[in-house]
T-cell receptor, first 114, second 113 residues
């Protein structure tokens, strides 16, 4: 049973560029959430997708956008990158988005913005 | 404003002894609490959870205690093993319609052989 997978594992971009990160949820899961983990911090919630709609959003600017596909996989797009976007980006999936549904995390994509 | 606080950035424990990791939260509306473990180059792995209607939940060597009046959560690991060495994150779910997680900053546990 495949867990949550993310690609790429590492990425280097320069300021002003755009980036797309990809996530495939755990088999049977239909809800995908994205988190940003800066160095020395805990993961911070970016947004959650369910039924191809953004269901909830954290305190992140509109430069951060996402998409969920009919097969439940998801993309995170970040436009106009700046140095502060350097972080580990984590994708988590769950079966529906109920309060007590455990989220399972992928290994993350480490983004470095120069 | 940090809603979930883990005030100990690191903890060192001898193998076989008890590890106690602590977490404080500010909002009484939080109603579901979790602990995740994270190894380098891996994503967080779910360990154990507890609902606000309980004050203790046990799973093998791991026990989570919830003190709602103090807004305090703790994770006990007994006995500690070298493989438990990792960063431990406390996370909470706001009492709403989704399972959005709010994480603490983590505690690095080192279990010495």
């Amino acid at each position: 049973d495949a867990g949550v997978t993310q690609s790429p594992t590492h990425l280097i971009k320069t300021r002003g560029q755009q980036v797309t990160l990809r996530c495939s949820p755990k088999s049977g899961h239909d809800t995908v959430s994205w988190y940003q983990q800066a160095l020395g911090q805990g993961p911070q919630f970016i947004f959650q997708y369910y039924e191809e709609e953004e269901r909830q959003r954290g305190n992140f600017p509109d430069r951060f956008s996402g998409h969920q596909f009919p097969n439940y996989s998801s993309e995170l797009n970040v436009n106009a990158l700046w140095l502060g976007d350097s972080a580990l980006y984590l994708c988590a999936s769950s079966l529906i988005a109920g309060v007590q549904e455990t989220q399972y995390f992928g290994p993350g994509t480490r983004l470095l913005v120069l | 404003d940090q809603q979930v606080k883990q005030n100990s950035p690191s903890l060192s424990v001898q193998e076989g002894r008890i590890s106690i990791l602590n977490c404080d939260y500010t909002n009484s509306m939080f109603d579901y609490f979790l602990w995740y473990k994270k190894y380098p180059a891996e994503g967080p792995t779910f360990l154990i959870s507890i609902s606000s209607i309980k004050d203790k939940n046990e799973d093998g060597r791991f026990t989570v205690f919830l003190n709602k009046s103090a807004k305090h959560l703790s994770l006990h690991i007994v006995p500690s093993q070298p493989g438990d060495s990792a960063v431990y994150f406390c996370a909470v779910v706001y009492g709403g319609a989704t399972n959005k997680l709010i994480f603490g900053t983590g505690t690095l546990l080192a279990v010495q052989p």
